[in-house]
C-alpha cells in the first residue's frame, strides 16, 4: 500500500494510493511505500521514472552506498530508525530518496516517528512547506522519540537501583535485575547507534546544499539535539556498568556465604573422622576396644569435638 501526502492549506494530508491511476490523480511531496510490492514500485516507475532497487533497504550495503546523488538529482539517504515496543528493541533501516521536489520512502515495517510526524503535521499549520522540511522532521521526531526511550531507561535503571541498593539481593533477584539491566544496556547501545546514524545523514544533508537558509539552522539544531542525547547514553552506559558491578558482587557475597558454610562444616567435621579412624584400625593392642563403654566414649568424644569448633566459629562470628 502506498501512503501519498499531500500539502492542503499549510497542512499535510494522507490518502491511500492503491492505483496507478489514483497515483496519477495526486501532487504529494511525501509518498511512503510500507513494505511495498514489485507491483506498487513499478507504479512509481512508470508515473515519476524512478526506479527502486530491490536491495534498497538491504542491511549489508555498504557504507559508502548509504549517502549519495545521482547524477539525475537523486538524492539517496539510507538511515535506522528505533522501534521501542513491547516486543522488543529493534532499528529499522529506511530507504529515502529525494527526487524532482518528492520524498519517496521505502520500509518493511510501520514505524511509531512517522506516526508521530503525520500526528503533529496534521495538527500545526505551515509546519511542513516541502519534500525537505518532511525529512528535517522526521529526523527531529527521531531524535525526540530517541530522547523518550532515554527517558524510560531513567525510569527502568531506577526501580532496578531500589531493588539492588535497598534490600537483600538473593539468586533470584539477581537474575531477575540482571536481565532487566541487559534488556536496557541493548536498548541504550540502540539508541546510541540510531542518533549515530541520524547525526550522519543530517550532516550529508547540509553538505549537499539543497537546504534554505531556515532548514539549514534546523539541521544545525538537531545536530545539537543529537550531541546532548550522546552525553546522556554514556551516562547511562556508566549507571549500567555500576548496577552490573554490584549485582555481580552480590552475587560473589552470597556465594562466598555458601563457601563458608561448606568450609565450616568440613573443618568442624574433621576430628570426629580422626577419632572414627583411629578407632577403626584392626589392632590388637588397643584397650578401648574391650572396654564396656568405649563405644559411648568414642560417640560421645565425636560429639564434642563438632560442637567445639561450632562454638569457636560462631564466637568468632563466622557463621553468621
Same mark, same amino acid.
Given at each position: 500500500?502506498?501512503? #501519498? ?20 490523480? &495526486? =501532487? ?6 510500507? @513494505? ?15 526506479? %527502486? ?35 522488543? +528493541? ?17 520500509? @518493511? ?11 503533529? @503535521?496534521?495538527?500545526?499549520? @505551515? ?6 522540511? #518532511? ?13 523518550? +526511550? ?13 531493588? #539492588? ?7 533470584? &533477584? ?6 532487566? %539491566? ?8 540502540? %539508541? ?54 554490584? #549485582?555481580?558482587?552480590?552475587?560473589? $557475597?552470597?556465594?562466598? =556465604? $555458601?563457601? =563458608? ?36 566414649? +568414642?560417640?560421645?568424644?565425636? &560429639?564434642?569435638?563438632?560442637? +567445639? ?6 564466637? =568468632?562470628?563466622?557463621?553468621?
Amino acid at each position: 500500500m502506498l501512503n #501519498v501526502f499531500s500539502l492542503a492549506n499549510g497542512r499535510l494530508f494522507q490518502e491511500e494510493i492503491e492505483s496507478l491511476d489514483a497515483l496519477a490523480r &495526486v =501532487k504529494p511531496i511525501w509518498v511512503d511505500l510500507d @513494505a511495498p510490492t514489485p507491483e506498487e514500485k513499478g507504479w512509481i516507475a512508470q508515473h515519476y521514472g524512478l526506479t %527502486i532497487p530491490q536491495d534498497v533497504v538491504d542491511e549489508d550495503l555498504e557504507e559508502s552506498a548509504r549517502f549519495y546523488e545521482e547524477d539525475n538529482g537523486e538524492l539517496h539517504i539510507r538511515s535506522d530508525f528505533l522501534i521501542d515496543d513491547d516486543e522488543r +528493541a529493534r532499528n529499522v533501516r529506511v530507504a529515502f530518496i529525494l527526487y524532482k521536489n518528492v520524498l519517496f520512502s521505502v520500509h @518493511a515495517e510501520e514505524l511509531p516517528v512517522f506516526r508521530l510526524l503525520r500526528l503533529r @503535521a496534521r495538527r500545526i499549520p @505551515a509546519l511542513i512547506e516541502d519534500a525537505k522540511d #518532511v525529512l528535517l522532521k522526521l529526523y527531529d521526531a527521531d531524535a525526540e522519540y530517541s530522547a523518550d +526511550a532515554l527517558e524510560g531507561i531513567y525510569d527502568s535503571l531506577e526501580a532496578v537501583s531500589a531493588r #539492588v541498593l535497598k534490600q537483600d539481593v538473593n539468586d533470584q &533477584v539477581a537474575a531477575e535485575v540482571l536481565a532487566a %539491566i541487559a534488556r536496557e544496556e541493548d536498548l541504550n547501545g540502540r %539508541i546510541r547507534r540510531n542518533v549515530m546514524d541520524t547525526r550522519r545523514a543530517v550532516s550529508f544533508m547540509m553538505r549537499s546544499r539543497l537546504l534554505n537558509a531556515e532548514q539549514f539552522e534546523e539541521a544545525r539544531q538537531i545536530l545539537r539535539d543529537i550531541d546532548s542525547l550522546d552525553s546522556h547514553t554514556t551516562f547511562l552506559f556508566d549507571k549500567i556498568n555500576f548496577l552490573m558491578n554490584a #549485582v555481580v558482587g552480590f552475587i560473589n $557475597i552470597n556465594q562466598n =556465604k $555458601i563457601i =563458608k558454610i561448606f568450609s565450616v562444616a568440613s573443618v568442624a567435621l574433621l576430628p570426629p573422622t580422626l577419632i572414627a579412624s583411629i578407632y577403626g584400625m584392626n589392632f590388637q593392642a588397643m584397650p578401648e576396644l574391650n572396654w564396656r563403654y568405649g563405644y559411648a566414649f +568414642a560417640i560421645a568424644l565425636m &560429639v564434642a569435638s563438632v560442637a +567445639a569448633p561450632f562454638l569457636y566459629f560462631r564466637r =568468632k562470628g563466622w557463621l553468621r
